[in-house]
């Protein structure tokens, strides 16, 4: 007897208890009065789970249009008042198991400026300083609420205002204004608009702030630190040149007198160019005997002794020595009363001795 083989085909089906899927777990959630809360609860499983939802631990009334469904697995609270505070209860489950959740719903104020808004400044470059933006808001005591100041280009892109940032004409005070140097203003660099957003993560408010001019905004020159430096070197140039003055003049003053040879050789009827040119230079020779005193004797000419008293009239040509007294001086030989008549023997071209 030949044996026989069968076969049969075998379906496994694997199942699964509920489990929350990554970021789809209820939480707790805090809603600005006015919006709308949207609570999912979403599971996996084999088979499927299902959620259902419970408000306080009660069933949910949906035609009363406060809740509504968008799909299997989220709850949606419209409108949220005051007094819509509650718990929500999600339930997802299959015949394997299920999971459970609670969380509240908690109203909270929204964000709201407690200045007003737009804010509007008209300034005069030539005479105003600086312009204050002021920022400030409420909202719910469980909230905190930041404060960022942003300034708008033309096409309406927004640039954050640091707080650190030191080094713009920018200031964000402690008070969260926005303060603005007006003599550093510059048209074709800063805006003329600007935005403070109030936030408290879950609602914002935002103040608009516009900046006018009353005249065109001028070029902001910025001149550099003055180099004290150079006042020192010009102080030290100016004493060392007053210290070399001294000392010139000292020098001069005591380089004694200059005797002008070429001058004084000249008036005494000599030629010094010819004399070189004929004889040459020649080096000085001191005369032996020492001239009169009182006397300059010239260079060029050797001293010559005077023998006699008549030897030293010689020199100045034929002059009458019987003009002069006893003392060699003839002052009053030409008074008018003691003129001598001519000696007519003169015209006979000789003298009797």
């Given amino acids: 007897m030949e044996g026989r083989i069968s076969s049969a085909n075998i379906e496994v089906t694997v199942e699964e208890a509920p489990k929350w899927i990554n970021g789809s777990e209820p939480k707790n959630m805090l809603v600005t009065i006015g919006q709308t809360a949207v609570f999912r609860c979403e599971a996996r499983g084999v088979p499927r789970p299902k ?54 719903l908690n109203p909270i104020l929204p964000t709201v400026l407690d200045v007003g808004s737009p804010q509007k400044e008209t300034l005069d470059q030539s005479k105003d300083k600086e312009v204050v933006f002021t920022c400030r808001a409420k909202s719910d005591p469980l909230t905190t609420i930041t404060y960022t100041w942003y300034s708008e280009s033309t096409n309406g892109d927004l640039t954050e205002i640091s707080r650190t940032d030191e080094s713009d004409i920018y200031t964000v005070t402690d008070s969260n204004s926005l303060r603005i140097d007006y003599t550093q203003f510059d048209k074709d660099k800063h805006s003329n608009n600007y935005r403070c957003v ?90 032996d005997e020492e001239p009169v005193g009182g006397s300059r004797a010239s260079l060029t000419d050797s001293i010559k002794p005077l023998e006699s008293d008549a030897d030293s009239m010689e020199e100045y040509g034929d002059i009458d020595t019987g003009k002069f007294n006893e003392d060699g001086s003839f002052i009053g030989q030409y008074g008018t009363d003691r003129k001598r008549k001519p000696n007519m023997s003169n015209n006979t071209g000789h003298t009797d001795v």
């Fill in 51 to 104: 959620s259902d939802f419970l408000v306080n631990g009660a069933a949910i009334d949906f035609n009363s249009g406060k809740f509504a469904r968008t799909d299997d697995f989220d709850l949606t609270v419209k409108e949220i008042t005051a007094d819509d505070k509650m718990v929500i209860q999600c339930n997802a489950s299959n015949k394997h198991d299920y999971l459970f959740a609670s969380v509240f």
């Fill in 198 to 287: 109030a936030s408290n993560q879950y609602s914002e408010a935002i103040v608009i702030a516009e900046l006018t001019h009353t005249t065109e905004p001028k070029p902001v020159v910025v001149t550099a630190e003055f180099p004290f430096w150079i006042i020192g070197v010009v102080i030290a140039v100016a004493l060392l040149l007053l210290v070399v003055i001294i000392i010139v003049c000292l020098l001069q003053r005591n380089k004694g007198e200059s005797y002008l040879v070429d001058e004084k050789e000249r008036a005494a009827g000599h030629d010094p160019e010819k004399e070189i040119a004929d004889s040459g230079f020649h080096d000085y020779n001191r005369p």
